[in-house]
Structure formats: C-alpha cells, structure tokens
C-alpha cells in the first residue's frame, strides 16, 4: 500500500493553453488564485492541473 499522500508527490511542471481567453484569473475553491496570460498557463500545483484538466477551455501542451 503506497502512503504518500498526492501533496507529498513531486509534480512537474504542467503548461496549459486556454482555447477561449487570453487573460484570465482561476480561482480554486479554497480561495488560491492563478493568472492565465498569453492563453498560457504554467503550474506544477496537482489541484490547479486537477481542475484544469476537468475543464475543456484548457488543453495541456505536451512537451513543456
């Protein structure tokens, strides 16, 4: 049985292209806030991925 809890796992660093804004601020439910500049945006935080990965305004780049 694995332990680690997810916050203990070292994420790397995930880019995000939003498909519909080119400015725009998330904020998660806990109140953190992230900015989307460019259409880009760049985290290596596993609940901003989670919720960006659960919208499709938001695709993940691959390579970056």
């Known amino acids: ?3 680690t809890a997810p ?4 994420t790397t ?3 995000f292209i939003d498909a519909v804004f080119k ?3 998330i ?3 806990d109140g953190r806030a992230f900015v989307v500049e460019k259409s880009r945006i760049s ?5 901003l991925i989670a919720h960006l990965d659960a ?5 993940r780049i691959a390579g970056e």
């Open 27 to 29: 904020v998660l439910t």
């Open 55 to 59: 919208h499709h305004d938001f695709e």
């Open 1 to 3: 049985m694995d332990d």
């Open 23 to 25: 400015a725009r601020t």
């Open 13 to 15: 660093q995930v880019v």
């Open 43 to 47: 985290t290596d935080d596993p609940a």
């Open 7 to 10: 916050s203990d796992v070292a």
